[in-house]
């Protein structure tokens, strides 16, 4: 996907902020050439309906730095931050092309594009093909695995992050739609505020969580973080856990 399909499927940023010569410069190197350009021209603000919001990188640098620091395998500047959900969630692009996700409130790093490179083949193979009304190949199986180290698409990811139809999803503990609840009880998002769930132990779900701005949420530090990766063993996904100390 280019930048441009994501302009027309996506529309601009909705009260967009406009990203200066110096700010996009120190993202250079960081993240593709044409996120940069696009920040560039429209500016950086939220989409489906304030529950996701692009960001420059610098806001969550130190944060990352903090909480990364004693982690054995990773480095806080190989990580970008591209744009924050509703409920705390961050889209973080790696130097080497790579997909994780931060999500504040449980402290949790997910390496996604781990999972896509060590998900096993669909069971109901056949029947996706079928229901696409195309004929299985006969190497559909090897198609499918050559298929996993293609390379991460930025503008697919933010396609992602940014339908509205996938915040449909988030329910409370009844089955019924959480952001329209939290908007309700708690009030509109303001510039850089997001929803924490800050008392798992409270029976209703909506008021266990609490409007924040992102400044107080990244003056805390948690005690540790949890980063969750995935490896391949004789062809299963294996889903591998660490907890990484911060000091």
């Not at 996120?35 to 919001?53: K, P, Q, S, T």
């Not at 130190?62 to 924050?84: K, M, T, V």
């Not at 701005?213 to 948690?222: C, Q």
């Amino acid at each position: 996907m280019s930048a441009d399909e994501f302009l027309a499927a996506r529309g601009k940023p909705r009260q967009a902020m406009q990203v200066s010569e110096a700010e996009a410069e120190r993202a250079r190197g960081r993240v593709p050439a044409d996120l940069i350009a696009f920040w560039m021209e429209h500016g950086v603000g939220y989409y489906a309906d304030r529950n996701y919001h692009l960001c420059m990188p610098f806001i969550f640098d130190e944060y990352l730095a903090n909480i990364l620091d004693n982690a054995p395998n990773l480095r806080s500047e190989d990580f970008a931050a591209i744009g924050y959900s509703s409920l705390g969630a961050i889209d973080l692009w790696h130097r080497k092309g790579r997909h994780f996700t931060l999500s504040l409130d449980v402290a949790l790093l997910m390496d996604l594009t781990s999972r896509k490179e060590t998900d096993p083949p669909p069971h109901d193979l056949h029947e996706l093909y079928s229901l696409a009304g195309i004929d299985m190949p006969e190497n559909a199986i090897e198609l499918f695995l050559e298929a996993r180290k293609a390379p991460e698409d930025i503008w697919n990811i933010m396609m992602s992050a940014t339908s509205l139809d996938a915040y449909k999803f988030v329910e409370d503990e009844n089955g019924r739609q959480l952001l329209p609840q939290l908007r309700k009880v708690h009030g509109p998002l303001s510039e850089r505020e997001v929803y924490l769930r800050e008392n798992p132990e409270l029976a209703n779900v909506t008021t266990s969580y609490r409007r924040m701005k992102l400044a107080e949420l990244l003056g805390r530090r948690p005690g540790s973080v949890h980063y969750s990766f995935a490896v391949e063993i004789d062809g299963h996904q294996d889903i591998v856990d660490e907890i990484i100390p911060v000091v």
